[in-house]
């Protein structure tokens, strides 16, 4: 089972926390598709501003793009 939470566009980006720490966990081999203008190509992306709630309650907003 994995850790945390699976989110963004296509399920791209892995997200939990242990020890104090947030871990982003991305497949880099893994492609998504093209950008909206078509001049790259994503790995990962978050699809905008998405939350994420702590253990503690706090909840922060990422906004992630990976690409070549």
Do not use: C
Request: aromatic content about 6%; overall charge negative; charged content about 20%.
């Amino acid at each position: 089972m994995e850790k945390g939470i699976i989110m963004g566009k296509e399920s791209s980006i892995q997200v939990y926390e242990e020890d104090g720490l947030l871990h982003f966990v991305v497949d880099p081999s893994r492609e998504i598709g093209p950008s909206a203008s078509g001049k790259t190509t994503l790995v990962a992306s978050s699809g905008g501003n998405a939350s994420i709630t702590l253990e503690n309650g706090t909840v922060l907003k990422l906004g992630l793009n990976l690409y070549y």
